[in-house]
């Protein structure tokens, strides 16, 4: 399968340090086929566009070139739009990214490989965790940063804009987009996947599509992981709400979330007595239920109005 274009987009703010490592990442992508034109293009979304500095001192040696532009709405959605707007209606595909990820040497040609090989709408790829301080054992013994796995090939049924290739078909053919309504919850890729799911669309997995994500000392902590569960609750009933699921899907997502709370929450107290990572995977469970439920009393987590990393 031929493809037109090749365009590697990353949405940024206020992570100069990470972005510099993921477009150094990004330079150093090897090939064993000969790509198709690769363009990177960089987001920043920050209205004052500090990023354009950095830009234009890596810009001389390059190897590709580089669409830097400034959005100045605030929001991940928003940012994401933008990036695929700087496509410009071309053909061909789009990978994605996080400004505080790197990517292996072999990550776009595992991706292009699997996409030529299947002609999928999406192919996604592991994200590696890597720790800017040593974390604490019990971090290690829940594996609560160990990446997600699936077969070789196989089937995924979630979207992660932390790694993954898009068919640009899915935003002209399709015509979907990264859902505004979501501006700082997070989840607009999972939105975004529910949808391509919705439309026919397949999403696959490579194994060896490998990026590693930089964890900050901010996010090794109880708090910070039980509260991400109950953001992914949370965003994950609003996403399946907003990609029109059915009146006995949403009742058997509450009934799952109140499962969740009155299960953790057992878990939680059998848990006291036991080490730290018991006690988190517990109180994690029932903060996803709980997060499943504020979603359909109205409420949303905004977890993406906070910087993490830099």
Known sequence: MSIDNLFIGLITFRRPKGLRRA???IAGLTFETT???ITV???DNDREGPMAGLIEEMRPSFPF???YAVHPESGIPFARNRVVAETKGADGVILFIDDDEYPEPEWADQLLAKYRATGA???LGPVISEFETTPPQWVSEGGFFVAQDFADGGAVPFGNTANILIDLKVFKAFGLQF???MRYTGGTDTLLGMMIHKKGGRMLWASRARVREIVPASRVSSKWLISRKFREGNTYVLSEKLSGCTASRQIALFLSGIARVGGG?????AALPFGTATRVKAFSRAARGLGMLNAFAGRRYNEYTTIHGS
């Open 35 to 37: 790509p198709p034109p």
């Open 41 to 43: 293009i960089v987001v």
């Open 121 to 123: 709408e999406a192919i």
């Open 23 to 25: 477009l150094e990442g």
């Open 65 to 67: 070139p580089i669409t």
């Open 265 to 269: 929450a057992v878990l939680s107290v």
């Open 179 to 181: 859902d505004p309504r």
